[in-house]
Every structure is written in C-alpha cells, then in structure tokens.
Nanobody, 124 residues
Framework: VQLQASGGGSVQAGGSLRLSCTASGRTFSDYSMGWFRQAPGKERQFVAAVSWGPGRIYYADSVKGRFTISRDNAKNMVSLQMNSLKAEDTTIYYC??????????????????WGKGTQVTVSS
C-alpha cells in the first residue's frame, strides 16, 4: 500500500486545516486508517483512527471535539478535519494503514504502512 498525504500548511490559532491521505496498491477497505504526528526528536503520538469495517473511530484525548476523521472507501481516501487548531498541534502529521486496529498503542507498535509526513504549523 502506498499512502500519499496532503493538505498541511500554516494557519493561525483557532483556524482549520484538512488533511487527506490517498491509498493505492491494495483493497483500501481492508485496512484501518489513522493519523499520527511526530515532531523531530520527539515521540510519535496517536491522533485518530478509523477501522476497516463498521467504521469505529478513535481519537486522542488532546484532539477530541476538535478533529474529525473520516474515510471514503470509494475514493481510497481518509481525511482529518482539524478545527480550533492550537499552537501545540504544530508538527508533522503522518497517515498510516494497518490490517489490525490502529489506536493509541499503535504509536509505539507502529503500523504496516506509513505515508510521508505533511507539516502543520499553527501560529499563536
């Protein structure tokens, strides 16, 4: 599976950005999809994930109520709508795919597939 993320950029605090990740190479609907973030030299953090089947969704506490993850299997795409952005959301965001569930533990376990990161910068 190849993952291509897009949509990063710069925004002022309180603003919004939408990240998208397009997958190719395998049956997209077989995979859990998720977003993680990691600043250089820091630990990877789980952000959000959506399962392959019934669409169970998981969020990190730090983004609940502000971020929304969604998937469109017809377009092989997973998106992350980020609202009410804060300066502490500034970092590089990565899209991931896995046959198994993605959740906060995946930040340590890793995932089968990773896309290249996209930078999000929130200025206060």
């Amino acid at each position: 599976v190849q993952l291509q993320a897009s949509g990063g950029g710069s925004v002022q605090a309180g603003g919004s950005l939408r990240l998208s990740c397009t997958a190719s190479g395998r049956t997209f609907s077989d995979y859990s999809m998720g977003w993680f973030r990691q600043a250089p030299g820091k630990e990877r953090q789980f952000v959000a994930a959506v399962s392959w089947g019934p669409g169970r969704i998981y969020y990190a506490d730090s983004v609940k109520g502000r971020f929304t993850i969604s998937r469109d299997n017809a377009k092989n795409m997973v998106s992350l709508q980020m609202n009410s952005l804060k300066a502490e959301d500034t970092t590089i965001y990565y899209c991931a795919a896995d046959y198994n569930r993605l959740d906060s533990g995946s930040a340590v376990r890793g995932a089968h597939y990773w896309g290249k990161g996209t930078q999000v910068t929130v200025s206060s």
